[in-house]
């Protein structure tokens, strides 16, 4: 769980691995689009700023957050040349039990993409209360996820590199 004055944003730059000779996948949930788009720029930018070439970053949308497991599945197989994928999506909560099931559902798939599969799949999923809370969270007053989820896709990457030796 994030502490209130955590910034999302914030890490150590020097820590950080070059990502020029990686290759990320980005999947992105068309839900609640101004999030998500938020989201995936802070992921872009920061892949870049750590050397990732554009060319070596492929981008798939889907309808929303519980498509994420099936377009990172078959994004997976299709690029299997990927060494992380970034699964970007917003769940709100509403009304309904609605978003306990997709939020679940969510995690838990990505969880089994992960322990499946040979490419980590790295979870940006925004699961808040509020619109506010998205906001705050995907370049507002806690930074954006997205950045902290790219560091993740960075390390992982490096990890897969280094334990395939």
Excluded at 52 to 69: C, H, K, M, Q, T
Excluded at 101 to 130: M, R, S, Y
Aim: hydrophobic share 40%; charged share 20%.
């Amino acid at each position: 769980m994030a502490t209130v004055n955590k910034n999302l944003s914030t890490y150590d730059k020097k820590s950080i691995p070059n990502a020029k000779n990686f290759r990320f996948g980005i999947v992105v949930s068309e839900w609640n689009e101004s999030i998500t788009e938020n989201l995936f720029q802070g992921a872009f930018d920061t892949l870049k700023e750590h050397g990732a070439i554009n060319d070596n970053i492929v981008r798939w949308n889907v309808p929303g957050s519980f498509e994420l497991i099936y377009g990172s599945k078959r994004m997976g197989k299709c690029y299997d040349m990927l060494d992380a994928i970034i699964a970007i999506g917003v769940v709100i909560q509403g009304e309904t039990k609605h978003f306990d099931f997709v939020c679940e559902g969510v995690a838990q798939g990505i969880k089994d993409l992960n322990l499946l599969g040979e490419i980590p799949v790295i979870f940006c999923v925004l699961t808040d209360n509020t619109l506010q809370q998205s906001i705050d969270r995907s370049g507002g007053k806690h930074g954006n996820k997205g950045v902290e989820a790219a560091i993740a896709a960075i390390k992982m990457a490096q990890l897969k590199k280094e334990s395939a030796l």
